[in-house]
């Protein structure tokens, strides 16, 4: 008899707890769950008023080919957001890494070689960003507004405004390796962006690195007290962001086989859209690689599906904006509201 109660007591309480676990879980994870559903209503939105388009395998095969250029920038932004601060210039460590890389292999013919310095020269133009920003003091915005202006200045100044072909490059195992398709249909650069999630969810996630960067973000003077060394902390982000742009700009170029002196002009606005999307508080100490990941699919996915559905291009920079200040206007409801 008393078994038979404690089992309905303890049926009682299971049920009692699921419902429970449910709404923790929603709570944990709202942000995400969000993302989710906008983006499946947006896919939903575009598949109706254009199936023709949203039921061919060709635009998927086309989104898994642009969308990585500035995914792959897009997810270690998310740190240098989470830790509080802003980085403006990636687009032009883009084409800076590719002038190194443009330029090692027209004279040495070592493709290994310059794509080894092309990551080095986006790294140290990162980690001159972090410089910058924690020995002078000047607000990141500021410092990579200029960095930007410098390096695009450099490329400019370098090549003439002249491009240059990567035809050389093509039918050799590294673009094979980096752009190439897998199975004659998954573009590589796909993988590669899943690949580059995965380093960043570890990293933010599963090491003190991670846990660094959202203690700077939530209270740096706090984080200094744990013994956490903020300026270290603060250039690896930059420093990370910048290798990952000179990665996305040799994809870029090498997937259409030419470098343009314009690379990256365009990547600014969709890869910082993608970022706060995806529920990176722009105050900083909040954010998810996640949310960022799917958020650069809806990016990537409303510019074809405006076009689709039969209006302009010109919509989209319209919307990119939208989405920018209803996502920061939403984290700073928020936050006030947690504050009270």
């Known amino acids: ?24 879980f929603a709570r944990r994870h709202g942000l995400q769950i969000g993302i989710i559903f906008v983006l499946l209503g947006i896919w939903a939105l575009f598949l109706i ?51 190194v890389f443009v330029t090692v292999f027209a ?24 410089i910058i920003v924690v020995k002078s003091g000047i607000p990141s915005l500021v410092a990579t507004i200029g960095t930007q202006f410098f390096w695009r200045g450099v490329v400019l100044v370098i090549t003439g405004g002249h491009p240059a072909s990567l035809v050389p490059a093509k039918g050799t195992i590294l673009r094979q390796v980096l752009v190439g398709r897998l199975a004659g249909y998954v573009p590589a650069q796909m ?15 599963r090491h003190k690195f991670g846990a660094h960067v959202y203690l700077i973000g939530d209270n740096e003077e706090s984080a200094r007290l744990m013994g956490v060394n903020v300026g270290r902390t603060r250039m690896m982000v930059f420093a990370i962001v910048g290798l990952a742009a000179a990665f996305a700009g040799l994809l870029a170029s090498l997937e259409v086989n030419y470098f343009w002196v314009t690379l990256g002009e365009g990547y600014l606005m969709r890869t910082l859209a993608a970022v706060f999307l995806g529920g990176t508080s722009v105050f900083g100490g909040t954010g998810t690689i996640l949310g960022t990941f799917i958020g650069c699919f809806i990016i990537g996915t409303i510019e074809a599906g405006i076009v689709a559905i039969g209006l302009t291009g010109f919509w989209t920079q319209l919307i990119y904006g939208l989405i920018i200040i209803i996502s920061v206007s939403m984290h700073s409801l928020l936050s006030r509201r947690l504050a009270l």
């Open 191 to 205: 993988i590669w962006t899943i690949i580059v999630t995965i380093v960043v969810w570890v990293l933010l996630n």
């Open 107 to 130: 004279k040495t013919g070592n493709l290994a070689l310059a794509f080894l310095l092309c990551l080095a020269m986006g790294f140290l133009a990162g980690l001159l960003n972090g």
């Open 1 to 24: 008899m008393t078994s038979r109660v404690e089992g309905q007591a303890g049926a009682i309480s299971r049920r009692r707890l699921w419902p429970g676990s449910i709404a923790r």
């Open 49 to 99: 008023g254009a199936p023709r388009t949203f039921l061919s395998r060709e635009i998927y095969a086309a989104y898994m080919s642009t969308i990585p250029f500035f995914a792959i920038m897009a997810l270690p932004l998310t740190m240098v957001v989470i830790a509080g601060e802003m980085d403006l210039s990636f687009p032009s460590i883009m084409a800076i890494g590719m002038l």
